[in-house]
């Protein structure tokens, strides 16, 4: 990250970690871009999506403050979740997970339970739009979820639905709601 940081030559950087970064390394680029000279902004983008939200906002022709400020705000306000296979068993506040269940997180919390990766997509998404939103991004495991089943969620929700495929995710699917 140091490396493309100096060589993109720009004063000011904002970095968005999107949850890949941990607060030590984040300091550890911070400290080291300070010997090269350049600005460094680091907003909190806790996943993928929320990062999506951020860029979805950013206006090159603003100040780096007022920039920064508008991205992190459209990254805070949105709401997401996770949902991953479960590598092992256990007794969670949503109920007993067997190996292989898709555990939905949300905010560190277990939010939910499903057999299938669509099914826990869907339930998570209709949780997250009790509290509002217009608009719905996905992103999905090409092996665990298909972009056209994705899709089909929009007229289910009665919301825009945005589905990006995500190789080396790491997880059945990241949803960000807006």
Known sequence: MLDAITRSGSDEVIVLPNGQLSNAELAEVEHAVRAV???????PTVRLVSGIAALSVHDPAQPLATA???????????????AFRAQKGALTLSGAVA???????????HMLVADEPMEAVER???????HGGEQVSIL????ELQAD????LAERLGVDVM???????????????E
Not at 99 to 109: A, C, L, M, W, Y
């Open 149 to 152: 089943q994705l899709e089909n």
């Open 124 to 130: 998570a998404c209709r949780r997250l739009l009790e």
């Open 68 to 82: 920064a400020f508008t991205m992190s705000e459209a990254a805070g306000e949105m709401r997401t979740a996770l």
């Open 99 to 109: 190996k292989g269940d898709v555990v939905v997180t949300s905010r560190g919390e």
């Open 37 to 43: 000279e350049q600005t460094i902004t680091i907003l």
């Open 163 to 177: 589905v990006y495929p995500a190789d080396g995710l790491q997880a059945c699917a990241e949803i960000g709601v």
């Open 140 to 143: 999905f495991d090409p092996g």
